[in-house]
């Protein structure tokens, strides 16, 4: 296993917003961690990484706590926070030299500028990137190190579709190659294309978890919208 | 993270801190354009005498230090914390002290740059001598530059949010920009003030620093010392104990 979860909670003040959950991944698998705003992604994320305080029966990533040993365990996992913030004056490639200078092995740089449509970008301030741009780096930045697994939350939102398109083909093909992903997005093409598994959150409780198929057919609906909707209880609204 | 991999990671700080207006102003112009003011109105002034003058360097060379190690290391922490920038460092192998060392470096950049400004205004423009020993009073200005930064780390480390990073550095820099006699001599002061300030660590910075300019022997040094080291421990121990990434 590349990640391990077990039975974690996240509770602020007297409100449970992540309760009892737990997933594993092995090399080359993703999962989706589904569910509306507020449901709990996010928190779940933050939790898994160490940064937001949790309880759990179990925390493991690379055979290790990444609390316990952040450096060694964050030296080969990648991470794309849904928000993504640059000091004011850095330019796109400063950035990645500083992304690069963290870590004792990276990937080829100009490679993946390549792949994620900056080249010709390099000189220009990260503030002054289009929205779309901006969350392409910082996939980028999270793929820098040759990670072995990565936690991408929401990759895609705000990007073009021909954008989207591109970022799904190379994670494909980084999944091909035993690269572990963990994501949470709102589309559910993007989660057939990538996912292997999905986990869907109500209210910081998993409402279902299993295989995209599972879904459907469990669900007794058409499609995965459908059955996602089902399975959040936000079908009669619309 | 090995040596050459943190030379870059400082390269880019430092291209960050350097591309900035804030460190030119409070850094670097501010300090000498102070100990310019200072040397100037004690050098002609007939009552404080020639002595006061010629302790006034190495009180008006802490005003730099304090600039950039109390205001601007805490200040530049507490900006990247409320970014969200600390929280994306905390995902990858960086620890927090190679953080803090390297802002810490870059700001010291600025503090050399303004050292050597007031010394030459010193020299050039006051005939300023050093009368003790160079040797002696670098060391001493060093134990106090990283007595200041260890100060400026631990605020950095531990505010919450911008504004008490705004508050606890303005206080710590006002309160001893004013009153450990970086600026207002600590001689000038009544005895009841001068209690006050021998609070203050930098009070015990500069008083060994005085002796060292004037090649008087250290009286009390070691007093002093222990303060000054004190501060280094405390300030460096807390700082990565409690360091929060956001």
């Known amino acids: 296993m590349i990640l391990t979860v077990k039975n974690l909670s996240v509770t602020y003040g007297t409100k449970k917003a992540v309760d009892n959950i737990s997933f594993s991944i092995k090399r080359g698998e993703v999962i989706g961690i589904l569910g509306a705003n507020g449901a709990g992604k996010s ?9 937001e305080k949790s309880n759990y029966e179990e925390l493991t990533m690379i055979g290790k ?7 060694e365990v964050f030296q080969e996992v990648g991470v794309q926070f849904q ?16 992304w690069e200078s963290l870590y004792k092995q990276t990937a080829d740089v100009p490679f993946l500028l ?7 970008k390099e000189t220009q301030l990260v503030k002054s990137l289009s929205g779309g741009e901006r969350q392409r780096l910082a996939v980028l930045l999270a793929l820098i190190s040759n990670p072995k697994l990565v936690f991408l939350d929401e990759l895609t939102t705000g990007l073009d579709t021909r954008a989207r398109r591109m970022l799904w083909k190379q994670l494909l093909a980084m999944k091909e190659k035993g690269l572990a992903i963990v994501l949470t997005s709102h589309y559910m093409d993007e989660v057939e294309a990538l996912c292997n598994e999905i986990l869907i959150l109500k209210e910081g409780k998993t409402v279902f978890h299993g295989t995209i198929q599972k879904a459907i057919s469990a669900s007794e609906k058409a499609t995965l919208e459908d059955a996602y909707l089902h399975f959040t209880g936000e079908e009669e609204w619309v | 993270m090995g ?3 943190f030379l870059t990671f400082l390269k880019i700080e430092g291209k960050l801190v350097w591309k900035g207006i804030d ?14 003011l200072f040397g100037y109105v004690l050098s002609n002034d007939e009552v404080a005498g020639a002595s006061n003058f010629d302790l006034s360097y190495a009180a008006v060379i802490t005003i730099g230090v304090l600039a950039t190690g109390v205001m601007g290391v805490p200040l530049t922490i507490a900006d990247y914390r409320h970014q969200g920038i600390l929280k994306r460092f905390q995902v990858t192998p960086v620890s927090p002290f190679q953080i803090l060392f390297a802002q810490g470096l870059i ?6 740059v303004s050292f050597i400004g007031v010394t030459l205004v010193y020299y050039l423009l006051f005939n300023y001598e050093l009368k003790g020993s160079w ?12 007595a200041m930064y260890s100060i400026g780390i631990f605020i950095g480390s531990l505010v919450p949010d911008q504004k008490s990073a705004n508050i606890w550095s303005s206080v710590a820099y006002f309160t001893m920009l004013l009153f450990s006699g970086a600026t207002i001599p600590y001689e000038t002061m009544p005895r009841f003030f001068q209690y006050i300030m021998d609070i203050l660590p930098l009070s015990h910075g500069i008083h060994l620093l005085k002796q060292a300019s004037t090649g008087e022997s250290l009286t009390d040094g070691l007093f002093h010392i222990v303060i000054l080291a004190l501060c280094i421990v405390i300030g460096l121990c807390g700082a990565i104990k409690f360091f929060k990434w956001k």
């Open chain 1, 43 to 51: 928190s779940t994320i933050a939790a898994v990484l160490g940064i």
């Open chain 1, 65 to 71: 706590s990444p609390i316990l040993h952040r450096k």
């Open chain 1, 83 to 98: 928000e993504t913030n640059f000091q004011d004056k850095l330019t796109v490639r400063d950035a990645c030299e500083q």
């Open chain 1, 114 to 120: 390549q792949t994620f449509g900056l080249v010709g």
């Open chain 2, 3 to 5: 040596m050459s991999t």
């Open chain 2, 23 to 36: 460190i030119l102003i409070f850094g670097i112009c501010f300090p000498i354009i102070l100990a310019t």
């Open chain 2, 107 to 112: 700001q010291l950049s600025s503090a050399l």
């Open chain 2, 135 to 146: 040797a002696i009073f670098l060391m001493t200005y060093t134990l106090v530059i990283i």
